[in-house]
């Protein structure tokens, strides 16, 4: 007779986060990974396939992280792996060009009607270069324009400027008019004096900044609908004080990274109507692979070096294995526009369900949900900026979460974040969802 098999006493993720927190800060390559905001340990994923993620000790969750926004047609699609496959077999990286990125600058430009656009690695790099190209493109006449405003609660990745009043856990006070501290160690103040920041959704606010400072700015970023500090919809006369943001001279540049071929093909932009001067992307462009990118006209895209003075380069950039993952996702939405109005019915299902589930269990709760971007606010009454989102019961949110991880259901481990519905996922997800979230609002 053999003995039973003794069981593991520390669960896998637990060993591996207890080694890899020796040698990697908090143990994580990015910082929302750690589980700090709703306590426990993260779990280390092993694989993942369609809508579901594997960790190392064998279970399984339902995904509505996405790889926090680029995996829209689910895990190890096949027609990406594939791409990605194919690409290996001819080398892994050239420093020179190669057809496809051609191939994925023609896909986008088609799409999203940009005359020209420049690859990069990552958000971060696409936000910080076209800032850098707003600069100089606006600069080349008047000199003044070195500023550039941002909205409160918006997240454009980690570039020192930016990193303002950054999206959740990173607010301060404003001081003067648009005048903000940074929110993050590390940063000069002299760096964020350079950021102005209003008010999302507050069209009066921004058009009175403009009014008194537009001569001085280069451009106004923003997320054209917010993810960062959960999910916030612009209103209609936020969108029109957007478009008017050009009267002044200043650039507008869409942070669509997150919103990018996800609200639809041509983002949020074209789902309301935005007519930005610079698209930022990234997320989705890579179809899981390291890619972001920023483009716009001709006339501002070519003042980017080697044509123009604006210096901006990367080593790894227009990478064949990333070009070939984003010219597979970005060719399955195209084939099949389907997908967003598929997307759309199961995420405002899912969103009438959590109302619904809260509602029977007497607790509060807001959803807003723009396609397959929703947040569940622990909380009563509307949210529209970084300011009504604050007041979230953040503990009753942690243990939520808690329990729909124990569920099977893997949810952002921040309140302050979007949840990403992807094209795996099916009306059987839906319901088993919904039954892991009616027993999680009962354990409140
Ligand atoms: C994720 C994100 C970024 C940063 O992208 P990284 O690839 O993480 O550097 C920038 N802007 C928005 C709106 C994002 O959601």
Not at 46 to 68: E, F, H, N
Not at 76 to 83: D, G, I, L, T, Y
Not at 186 to 191: A, M
Not at 313 to 323: D, K, V
Request: hydrophobic share 45%.
């Amino acid at each position: 007779m053999t003995a039973a098999p003794t069981l593991p006493s520390v669960p896998v993720s637990e060993a591996l986060f207890e080694r890899a927190q020796k040698v990697i800060p908090g143990g994580v390559n990015s910082p929302v990974r750690a589980f700090k905001s709703v306590g426990g340990t993260p779990r280390f994923i092993a694989r993942a396939d369609g809508p579901r993620l594997t960790d190392a000790d064998g279970k399984q969750y339902l995904d509505y992280i996405g790889s926090w926004g680029p995996m829209i047609l689910g895990h190890n699609h096949p027609a990406v792996r594939e791409a990605v496959a194919a690409a290996l077999q001819d080398g892994t990286s050239f420093g020179a060009p190669n057809e496809r990125e051609v191939l994925l600058a023609e896909l986008v430009t088609r799409i999203t009607g940009v005359d020209k656009v420049r690859f990069v690695s990552s958000g971060t790099e696409a936000t910080m270069s076209a800032l850098r190209l707003a600069r100089g493109f606006t600069g080349r006449s008047d000199a003044a324009r070195k500023y550039t405003l941002k909205f409160r609660g918006n997240y454009h990745g980690h570039a020192d400027a930016l990193l303002v009043e950054a999206g959740s856990g990173l607010m301060t006070n404003a001081d003067q008019l648009g005048q903000a501290a940074p929110s993050s160690a590390g940063v000069p103040p002299e760096y964020a004096s350079l950021t102005l920041v209003a008010d999302y959704n507050d069209p009066a606010g921004l058009d009175t900044i403009m009014r008194e400072r537009g001569h001085e700015i280069a451009a106004v970023i923003f997320e054209p609908v917010v993810g960062n500090a959960g999910v916030l919809i612009p209103s209609a006369d936020f969108v029109a004080a957007l478009n008017r943001v050009r009267e002044s001279g200043a650039l507008l540049v869409a942070d669509e990274v997150m919103t990018g071929f996800r609200l639809s093909l041509r983002g949020a932009s074209g789902l309301l109507g935005l007519k930005p001067d610079l698209y930022c992307w990234g997320k989705i462009i890579g179809g899981g692979l390291p890619v972001g990118a920023y483009g716009g006209r001709t006339e501002i895209m070519d003042f980017v070096s080697p044509v123009g003075p604006v210096y901006q380069a990367g080593t790894l950039s227009g990478n064949p294995l990333a070009m070939a993952a984003g010219l597979a996702t970005l060719g399955e939405l195209e084939r099949d526009p389907e997908i967003y109005q598929r997307l759309e019915r199961y995420t405002a299902a899912l969103g009438s369900g959590l109302r619904d589930l809260a509602g029977q269990a007497g607790l509060p709760l807001t959803v807003n949900q723009i396609g397959s971007m929703l947040t569940a606010f622990f909380l009563e009454g509307e949210v529209r900026d970084y300011g009504q989102a604050a007041r979230a019961d953040t503990a009753a949110f942690g243990k939520w979460f808690q329990a729909l991880l124990s569920g099977g259901v893997y949810w952002a481990p921040s309140q302050f974040e979007s949840i990403f519905v992807s094209a795996a996922h099916t009306p059987t997800d839906l319901d088993f969802t919904l039954s892991a979230a009616q027993h999680a609002f009962a354990q409140l």
